[in-house]
């Protein structure tokens, strides 16, 4: 009935110093900063097949219920825009896109919101931020930036993302805590060099009869919402942690977990 319109989704950030925000297909990780987060926009193209006029309707589910139900028309070119409002707390929304007067299926997506544990500004000359607070869960994580890795000066932050089988975002089925959470900005700040990202675990949160020679870090395909375990991980048993190298750090979110049996 109206094929293509769902299929080209396109997230647009607002300001880079107020909202750092991943352009994917299916998730989108928000964090939250001290300034006011600008609004997620949502572009909805229908390639090939334009029809205007048409109405498309997007409702945001957060961890206390319903928030948001707002709906734009297509133009001339079949697309439609939405400015979702920004999150004002940290959790895990569901946002669910439909054409109510087609045969177009749901589309659903997630918006990961979190307070940074740990953001740090990092110039040419390289630098680390970590999260240092005990009484952070992401206490013991940390980025890595080499000299040269990135032209200019970049914020990095870090935070954490409790895993709940009742959100949107379902933990792995393996996992053993909560994800953490890496990003940075300005948007348009390319990374020209390699990054080291350091994930904790605690051996206390293995479950019954796993060793810890059985855990693995996943990773979240931001396009498919699937759990995949992060290629080229490294673990150290003795410091409790796993150690990833990235080129690419828009809204990562990796969690530890164990091997399936």
Do not use: C, H
């Amino acid at each position: 009935d109206f094929p293509g319109l769902l299929e080209g989704i396109e997230v647009r950030p607002g300001s880079p110093a107020q909202l750092v925000a991943v352009a994917a297909v299916r998730w989108v990780a928000v964090v939250l900063g001290d300034a006011p987060p600008a609004p997620v926009v949502l572009v909805l193209d229908a390639f090939d097949n334009p029809v205007p006029d048409r109405l498309v309707r997007a409702q945001v589910e957060g961890p206390d219920g319903p928030e948001q139900d707002l709906s734009a028309s297509t133009g001339a070119e079949g697309s439609a825009t939405l400015a979702l409002a920004p999150p004002s707390s940290t959790g895990v929304r569901q946002v669910v896109l439909t054409v109510p007067d087609s045969t177009v299926p749901a589309l659903e997506y997630g918006m990961v919101v979190v307070a940074p544990a740990a953001a740090g500004l990092v110039g040419a000359e390289g630098g680390e931020v970590q999260v240092s607070d005990p009484a952070s869960p992401a206490t013991g994580a940390a980025i890595l930036v080499a000299p040269g890795s990135v032209e200019e000066s970049v914020v990095f932050t870090i935070g954490s993302l409790a895993l709940d089988p009742g959100l949107p975002l379902a933990p792995p089925e393996t996992a053993i805590a909560g994800a953490f959470v890496f990003d940075y900005g300005p948007e348009d700040a390319p990374l020209t060099g390699p990054i080291v990202l350091v994930i904790p675990y605690s051996e206390a949160d293995l479950p019954a009869g796993a060793a810890e020679e059985d855990m693995i870090l996943f990773l979240l395909d931001r396009e498919t919402g699937a759990w995949v375990e992060a290629v080229g991980a490294a673990q150290d048993t003795v410091a409790n942690t796993f150690t990833l190298t990235v080129t690419e750090l828009r809204g990562l979110i990796l969690a530890p977990g164990v091997k399936r049996r």
